[in-house]
């Protein structure tokens, strides 16, 4: 997945010359390959290249653009929060931050009690684990085959696949089990007396907007409860209204005893969450948790306004709309079927995604792939409108199956 600094993908993008821009020498780490665009620009859900052409984003970023760009509410938030106070760290009592934990908390519609604001989804999963070992006295943890936590060394330990792509560190920090996905007898011989958690994407993201469903989730919750094991459900990239509801362990009517966020939560800002239920909350001892920036009052400001926007634009009815027609008129063309929940969308393509992606782009339209090569994965922005559903549908018809 990794590109070499002089390989094509990574070139024809980064530091582009243009007819007014000499090209920008690029001293930056190769992260990710690089799509062949130089965005310049953004608003609503439209992208502006350097070229002038306009680009519909149906990727938001890694699923990060919930409310896409430019949305009014969200950047008042934040201008104005940096014109009042920029920054303090938690040492210091914010009332802003106070809201922010009780929006969130009320927002999520489920039992928490207290929430510990960090920077990033890996960070939440860090310390999601670290809660998880602290509250059982148990060193083991379940994860979910074709699971993406992030890239810290608990995070990275509990992501499927990452010891042999590129985990890095020498070895896991604690014991580790994967299991398949949606399989009952699984659960049943592998969360066991030892297992401090069970770590769980509701719907998997990286893993291709697979869902896991209510019944296999239900298992989870019960298994965990037969063996005094937490349940954590990383909803990094499907929480905070992508499924068409806050979370989407509500959504499959499972409380967990730790929900992990970020993504959305910002919508551009970095942020992260973890949300504790009483009985984790129970066991948080001071000076245990830490971090700089996490709650700073820019983040909070920002996750204020995001779920202002969620909740007064509607933006879960939009989900849910767009999340059906895609559904409905988007299986044509190199599409033969389609999985995932919401606006966390698979489809799953005839031949490779990322022939289907490269066709898309060359029409205009950014989705995403994911670790399944036949799975094309759009992460839009909740203000996409039906008629942008009709203009990925209509780029579909065109490239053919
Ligand atoms: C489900 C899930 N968990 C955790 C992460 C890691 O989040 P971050 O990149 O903010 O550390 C991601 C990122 O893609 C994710 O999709």
């Not at 070139?11 to 310049?40: H, K, M, N, S």
Request: hydrophobic share 45%; proline share 6%.
């Amino acid at each position: 997945m990794n590109a070499r600094p002089d390989s094509p993908e990574r070139t024809a993008a980064a530091g582009a010359p243009t007819a007014t821009q000499p090209a920008l020498p690029d001293y930056l780490a190769p992260v990710f390959a690089q799509y062949p665009l130089r965005i310049v620009a953004a608003e609503g859900v439209w992208l502006t290249t350097g070229d002038g052409r306009r680009v519909l984003d149906l990727y938001g970023g890694h699923a990060v653009a919930a409310l896409g760009y430019g949305h009014a509410g969200w950047t008042a938030a934040l201008t104005g929060q940096a014109r009042t106070l920029s920054f303090q760290s938690n040492a210091v009592p914010l009332d802003v931050r106070l809201r922010a934990a009780q929006r969130l908390i009320r927002f999520s519609g489920l039992d928490f009690t207290r929430v510990f604001f960090v920077n990033s989804g890996a960070e939440a999963n860090e310390n999601a684990l670290k809660m998880a070992f602290t509250c059982t006295q148990r060193a083991h943890i379940v994860a979910i085959e074709h699971s993406f936590h992030g890239r810290t060394a608990g995070a990275g330990a509990v992501t499927w696949g990452a010891a042999s792509k590129w985990y890095g560190f020498p070895r896991a920090p604690f014991d580790v089990g994967f299991i398949p996905r949606r399989d009952m007898a699984a659960i049943q011989t592998q969360v066991t007396a030892r297992t401090a958690a069970v770590i769980v994407e509701p719907v998997q993201g990286v893993g291709g907007a697979f869902d896991l469903g209510a019944p296999y989730l239900a298992a989870l919750r019960a298994r965990c409860d037969e063996v005094g094991a937490l349940l954590i459900c990383d909803e990094v990239q499907c929480g905070m209204g992508r499924v068409g509801a806050p979370f989407a362990s509500g959504l499959y009517g499972v409380q967990p005893d730790m929900i992990t966020t970020a993504k959305a939560l910002g919508a551009g800002f970095p942020c992260g969450a973890l949300l504790m239920a009483p009985r984790v909350a129970a066991a948080i001892r001071l000076d245990a948790l830490g971090t700089t920036f996490g709650g700073g009052p820019m983040a909070c400001a920002v996750i204020e306004a995001v779920i202002d926007a969620i909740e007064s634009d509607q933006l879960l009815e939009r989900v849910r709309a767009r999340a059906s027609e895609i559904r409905s008129r988007c299986i044509v063309g190199p599409v033969r079927a389609h999985q995932g929940e919401g606006l966390l969308v698979g489809l799953r393509t005839t031949r490779p995604a990322r022939e289907v992606h490269a066709a898309l782009l060359e029409r205009g339209i950014l989705a995403g792939t994911s670790a399944d090569p036949h799975i094309l994965r759009l992460l839009p922005p909740y203000v996409l409108g039906a008629q942008h559903v009709e203009l990925l549908r209509d780029a579909l018809l065109d490239i053919g199956s």
